[in-house]
């Protein structure tokens, strides 16, 4: 299945999964939301940033995906401290997800930046 990824251009996520600083992504809630469940190793996930042109500019193959059980404030800052040197967040970053009940981590390989081009977000599930 394909997927897409939407990033705080701010943040510079996009820019390091392409250098290789990070190989993985993160998403988080209080409830289980997306993506949740809805991602699966293989898959693919094109990114695109929240800011400028709205083009997909990069792709990457997921190569492993934790979905969590319900965690504790602390179980859920373990988790991203334990996984820090692949998601290479910001103190923003960190603060933004670390606390959240459900956590979604996924590993991504394979990351190319590609020819851009746009979708159109109304019809797209992002995440």
């Not at 988790?79 to 606390?99: E, S």
Request: charged residues 25%; hydrophobic residues 40%.
């Amino acid at each position: 299945m394909d997927h897409v990824v939407c990033f705080d251009a701010g943040a510079g996520e996009l820019e390091n999964l392409v250098s290789g600083n990070k190989s993985m992504i993160i998403r988080g809630s209080d409830i289980m939301d997306l993506p949740y469940g809805s991602v699966n190793e293989g898959d693919i996930l094109y990114f695109i940033s929240n800011v400028g042109d709205g083009k997909v500019k990069a792709m990457g193959v997921v190569s492993y995906v934790y979905n969590s059980e319900k965690l504790s404030v602390e179980e859920s800052f373990e988790t991203i401290i334990r996984n820090q040197d692949k998601l290479q967040l910001p103190d923003k970053q960190f603060y933004r997800w670390a606390g959240k009940q459900y956590l979604v981590l996924i590993g991504i390989n394979d990351i190319v930046e590609i020819e851009p081009f746009r979708i159109d977000r109304t019809q797209s599930l992002i995440f």
